[in-house]
């Protein structure tokens, strides 16, 4: 399983940014996919989540201004960051849970930087 995010960068506060996450070695579109964020010296945080189904889910700190999505035919996930501020300067990583495999799997992490 291999999940390869990319999309990050450096934007001012206010900008827009989006997340691409493309998955492979899996049944895509069986699986729930999730955004985590780690900015230096916190602890990892979800940020969204997409279900098979489409269903969403959010951390309060990014409703209404973040929205997750899905391609199942491209295999890929996305996180459209919008209205951005300098607290979401992050590494932020894709991930998914396996059940029939035991465990989950994590991209290589994209840098997004807000500047203020």
């Known amino acids: 399983v291999q999940l390869q995010a990319s999309g990050g960068g450096l934007v001012q506060t206010g900008g827009s940014l989006r997340l691409f996450c493309a998955a492979s070695g899996i049944n895509f579109s069986l699986h729930t996919m999730n955004w985590y964020r780690q900015a230096s010296g916190k602890q990892r945080e979800l940020v969204a989540t997409?279900?098979?189904?489409?269903?969403?889910n959010y951390a309060d700190s990014v409703k209404a201004r973040f929205i997750v999505s899905r391609d199942n035919a491209k295999r890929t996930v996305y996180l459209q960051m919008d209205s951005l501020k300098p607290d979401d300067t992050a590494l932020y990583y894709c991930?998914?849970?396996?059940?029939?495999?035991?465990?989950?799997?994590w991209g290589q992490g994209t840098q997004v930087t807000v500047s203020s």
């Open positions: 991930n998914t849970n396996v059940p029939s495999r035991q465990r989950q799997y």
């Open positions: 997409i279900a098979s189904t489409g269903s969403t």
